[in-house]
């Protein structure tokens, strides 16, 4: 009876931190509202001729490591697809284009800010969040380095300094929000010598994305893509073919499940949680190996201490 009221003791000690975690708060920070007229940015595919200078003004915006702009020029690069890097937060990649061969499709890559971002629902310190202008940012101060946001991201976006083993960082689009807090333009977007890169307004930017598939329904596929996926994304995409041929992943228009944010973050409120559960589990730890060490009904020692003994 006395084992039975500890067990009982403890469950319920189990469930009462459990619920205590869980209610601490009721953040959800990947439903916070938008603007009315939140950011949004078209990538008109048809447009970009893989000049690649995006990346190059990605990369100088960003401080991070770079060869001239002349060197963009090598196309030996679209031999393989690429994904966007610690090093590239953009990258450009072709496509075959069956209507005429002789003009390949080229889709540039980066992350798409999504309106209810799954990277900023994992984060269990608040470190990625969601701007009310539809831009999501990362705060390299709170970071804890878990990673979570990239095993939650339906676009494997978000990359990792894997070589860096002091002070490793995340990497991905903030949307350039420094600049824009001068009053620039996203690099990317100054850059495009083709205006393949459409900045604005996210309602007057799917307004010009309809208007121009309206106008050539030869050319475009009638799908802007991210206007609906996963409840839509601020980079959105018109394009000649399909976009899972363009390796655009084929997403519903429901949003990553809510669920695991409150119960992370209720978990992880200012760590004090975790340490109740760390407590909890020392707890089991002591009563099983007190258990073990404690004699039989019959007064018979447990095999554990039969095999001390011998």
């Known amino acids: 009876m006395k084992n039975l009221n500890r067990r ?5 000690a189990a469930i009462g931190i459990s619920a205590g975690a869980i209610g601490t708060t009721s953040i959800n920070s990947a439903d916070k509202p938008l603007l009315e007229d939140r950011l949004g940015i078209l990538v008109d595919t048809d447009v970009c001729v893989g000049c690649r200078h995006c990346e190059w003004a990605c ?86 380095g878990c990673r979570y946001c990239m095993v939650a991201c339906q676009f494997q976006i978000p990359t990792y300094d ?42 007057e930017v799917l307004r010009i994305a309809k208007d121009r598939i309206r106008r050539k329904p030869d050319v475009y596929v009638e799908h802007i893509y991210g206007e609906n996926e996963i409840g839509g994304t601020s980079w959105m995409y018109i394009a000649s073919k399909n976009f899972d041929k363009l390796k655009m992943p084929p997403l519903g228009v429901n949003t990553a499940p809510g669920i695991s944010e409150a119960i992370q973050h209720g978990i992880f409120a200012y760590f004090v949680p975790p340490v109740a559960l760390f407590a909890l589990l ?29």
Not at 285 to 291: C, R
Request: aromatic share 6%.
């Open 8 to 12: 009982n003791f403890l469950k319920t």
């Open 59 to 144: 990369r100088t915006a960003h401080n991070l490591p770079t060869e001239d702009l002349q060197s963009y020029s090598d196309s030996s690069v679209f031999s393989s697809y690429r994904r966007p890097d610690c090093k590239s937060l953009t990258v450009v990649n072709e496509f075959e284009n069956e209507k005429d061969p002789l003009l390949p499709i080229y889709v540039k890559v980066q992350c798409m800010h999504c309106e209810k971002p799954a990277c900023v629902s994992a984060c269990i310190v608040g470190a990625l969040t969601k701007q009310e202008d539809g831009s999501v940012v990362w705060d390299d101060d709170k970071c804890i």
């Open 162 to 203: 894997y070589d860096k083993a002091i002070d490793p960082h995340i990497w991905k689009c903030d949307l350039c929000s420094e600049r824009r807090k001068k009053g620039e333009l996203p690099a990317c977007v100054e850059i495009c010598p083709n205006e393949a890169l459409v900045f604005g307004k996210r309602t």
């Open 282 to 310: 020392g707890t089991l730890m002591w009563v099983n190996k007190k258990k073990k060490s404690e004699p039989g009904e019959n007064g018979d020692e447990k095999v554990e201490d039969k095999k001390e003994n011998k």
